[in-house]
């Protein structure tokens, strides 16, 4: 089954929480998160470690994901990308030291960002590089790990208000300046499931009448 990313906390609210059996896995364009359970998205909801700096300092505060076409040639995008980049490994890092059940969900999120990262200065080292399209492509690999965080329950609402607007001048000039296409752009969501574990009772076959 498949829910929109804000929709999972009026489903939660609906199902027992305490029935085993229910499973979600978050889907992020290519970032994909499996075997979360329904006390890690409790969790999810309820993080008051969570820490609220995270949104601004791998969006907000990152130029790179939302100005305007400034930089023309590509050894000028390279270094905002790869202190981009060293931050998501030392978040990643912070937050493996904690051993917090939630943050096996932001973890591989963060580190799907340090890849477009990645990705993208491997790029523009080549060789007559468009650079229009390499941070096109960028924008477009960061963009649904980008929104995930924007929506997290425990953001500030001014941190949320600030970001909801620049993604949304980022989505403007992505089409406008940087070759991207609407369509390319995709939202997170969850994927949900469930299953009945058979009882050893009826997974047992029964043993022929004589």
């Known amino acids: 089954m498949k829910i929109a990313l804000n929709e999972i906390w009026n489903f939660l ?34 993080d008051n470690a969570y820490d609220t700096e995270l949104l601004p300092s791998i969006f907000t505060f990152r130029e790179i994901l939302w ?8 050894n000028m995008s390279i270094p905002s990308l790869r202190i981009l980049q060293a931050f998501c490994e030392e978040a990643c890092i912070e937050m493996e030291e904690k051993n917090l059940s939630v ?27 468009d650079v229009k399209k390499i941070l096109g492509d960028f924008r477009t690999c960061a963009f649904p790990v980008i ?18 607007n620049r993604l949304n ?19 997170p ?12 009772k009826d997974a047992d076959p029964k043993p022929e009448e004589q």
């Open 189 to 200: 969501f969850w994927k949900v499931s469930f299953s009945k574990n058979k009882t050893k």
């Open 13 to 46: 609210k609906m199902v027992n929480s305490k029935e085993p059996g229910w499973s979600y896995s978050l889907c992020a364009g290519d970032v994909k998160v499996d075997s979360i359970t329904t006390e890690m998205m409790l969790a999810l909801k309820d």
């Open 67 to 74: 100005q305007p076409d400034v930089f023309t040639e590509a």
């Open 147 to 164: 929104k995930f965080f924007i929506y997290h329950p425990q953001n500030r609402q001014d941190y949320f208000q600030d970001a909801q």
């Open 103 to 129: 943050n096996q969900i932001y973890i591989p999120l963060i580190k799907g960002i340090g890849k477009c990262c990645g990705k993208a200065m491997k790029a523009l080292e080549k060789e007559k590089a």
């Open 169 to 187: 001048y980022a989505v403007k000039i992505m089409l406008t300046q940087f070759y991207g296409r609407y369509t390319e752009l995709e939202d």
